[in-house]
């Protein structure tokens, strides 16, 4: 007798793979974070006698986020041509092989230069992600499917956050404090690569041009050339002795020239390169990764010197931030897709979940700087970590609207190449205001303009109406 039951949408099955892929994406880079604010605290390894270890810090989370901006663009291209499963898989294996091999350095140089190339393999991973998403999911339910997948950023980043001190400290009992850091680059890597291997079995979309071959050898063709350039970069500006600070420039600056490179050459011929409106979205996007890598990197930090908790007891609090995307990302994805069925469109939401975000940023500032309580402290995280995932769903929505379907990998790949351009800056900068001032109110503060920027920004998007393709606008 054959079955009546309803069976399962085929774009249920995606969300829940790609859920599960960003989740060992981001505790493979978010690890990194809390390993390096544990080195400080221990003083081990590569960071035991720096001069300003949270800058030190801070560039290290600054080099693999030059890696991962710098392959947006070209694997969002590649993946248009040869596939976007297709290098989902490419960029989870290769993370996996990176992330392990980032265990057993040993030098600062060789943990930045394998940051980097995870990186790399990484950046091939969020174009072609939002793009899966857009083109497997109906309209009406795209904002939610956004969400939902981005779930699994909340969750890898509240596990990386929440469980890796005491993962370390449990190391360090057993295996010594100088082995201990490596610990969860060796743990989390294996279930990576089985991920990698689940998206390929079980994701089924039809691809025209799809090819392994052809799309990892495109990857590393452009990943060799770039990871030369960034350690190019960073090893010139360290025989030079410039700081921390200097050294995110410069790489910002190569992230700059790839920009306008692409610009130059594609610029008059692409749709998502001469739209306005899209072009606002990129910029507007750069604080949000900011926000996202202030307190991605730095949150554990934040928590821990305005308590007397310690780097252990504070990783409870700091995964309020985690915990609280959880909640956002699928809400922010329910509000915009409600939103538009209304007929008002999504800008709208995001002008006000992110006005909202800036507001609550600037109130942790001045809570910090007044010595609140621990409590307090842990609500506005809590409250921040909502509205802003709530806000970047939103933001990635309203960018699959305005984006033609055919150069939605294309896109989303700008989107992420300008966009960490604040991920770069962000755990860097905010480490050396804390170096330089004693505290974090002025990078807290930092954050909370960068937020109303963008806000202003997207203020200036002509958002096209329901069903119509904008094309170029």
């Not at 505790?27 to 990194?32: G, L, S």
């Not at 990871?227 to 200097?246: D, G, K, N, P, Q």
């Not at 900011?290 to 554990?300: H, K, Q, S, V």
């Not at 915009?336 to 942790?364: E, F, P, T, V």
């Amino acid at each position: 007798m054959r079955s009546t039951r309803k069976p399962r949408q085929q774009y249920h099955i995606i969300w829940l793979w790609l859920f599960t892929a960003w989740m060992f994406c981001y505790i493979d880079r978010a690890i990194t974070g809390p390993t390096v604010s544990w080195m400080i605290e221990n003083k081990v390894a590569f960071l035991a006698d720096a001069p300003m270890p949270y800058a030190l810090a801070g560039i290290i989370g600054s080099m693999f986020f030059a890696g991962y901006m710098l392959t947006q663009y070209p694997a969002g291209r590649l993946g248009d041509r040869h596939g976007r499963k297709t290098m989902l898989v490419i960029s989870m294996l290769w993370a996996s092989v990176t992330t392990l091999a980032s265990g057993f350095a040993r030098s600062l140089e060789s943990f930045v230069g394998l940051r980097v190339l995870t990186g790399l393999g990484e950046g091939a991973y969020y174009s072609n992600d939002r793009a899966m998403v857009a083109m497997t999911t109906p309209r009406e339910k795209r904002g939610m499917g956004m969400g939902v997948v981005f779930v699994g950023l909340a969750a890898g980043l509240t596990i990386a956050t929440v469980a890796t001190p005491p993962l370390l400290s449990w190391a360090a009992e057993n295996w010594g404090k100088e082995v201990a850091w490596s610990v969860p680059f060796l743990l989390f890597a294996p279930p990576t690569l089985l991920v990698g291997l689940g998206l390929h079995r079980y994701i089924r979309v039809r691809e025209e041009g799809s090819s392994y071959r052809r799309g990892a050898g495109g990857l590393l063709l452009y990943s060799l050339p770039l990871f030369a350039v960034i350690m190019a970069t960073y090893l010139i500006t360290l025989e030079f002795r410039l700081s921390s600070l200097l050294q995110a420039a410069a790489v910002t600056i190569v992230a700059l020239g790839l920009v306008a490179l692409i610009f130059r050459v594609r610029g008059t011929s692409s749709p998502a390169l001469r739209s306005r409106n899209l072009l606002l979205m990129y910029i507007s996007a750069v604080p949000i990764l900011y926000t996202l890598w202030f307190f991605g990197f730095w949150a554990l930090m934040v928590v821990a010197e305005s308590s007397n908790l310690g780097i252990s007891g504070a990783a409870v609090y700091a995964g309020l931030f985690g915990v609280a995307n959880a909640i956002g990302y699928p809400l922010g994805g329910w509000l915009c897709d409600r939103s538009s069925a209304q007929g008002r469109g999504r800008k709208g939401m995001y002008i006000m979940l992110a006005s909202g975000l800036a507001a609550a940023i600037g109130m942790l500032a001045l809570s910090m700087a007044a010595g609140v309580g621990l409590l307090w402290t842990g609500s506005l995280l809590f409250l921040i970590g909502v509205l802003f995932s709530a806000m970047q769903t939103t933001h990635m929505t309203l960018t699959s609207d305005l984006a033609p379907p055919e150069n939605l990998g294309e896109a989303f790949g700008m989107w992420n190449l300008v966009a960490e351009i604040g991920a770069v800056i962000s755990p860097v900068l905010s480490g050396t205001l804390r170096d330089l001032t004693g505290s974090w109110t002025a990078a807290i503060l930092l954050d909370a303009g960068l937020v109303f920027a963008s806000v202003l920004l997207v203020l200036l998007v002509r958002e096209p109406r329901q069903g119509r393709n904008p094309g170029i606008s």
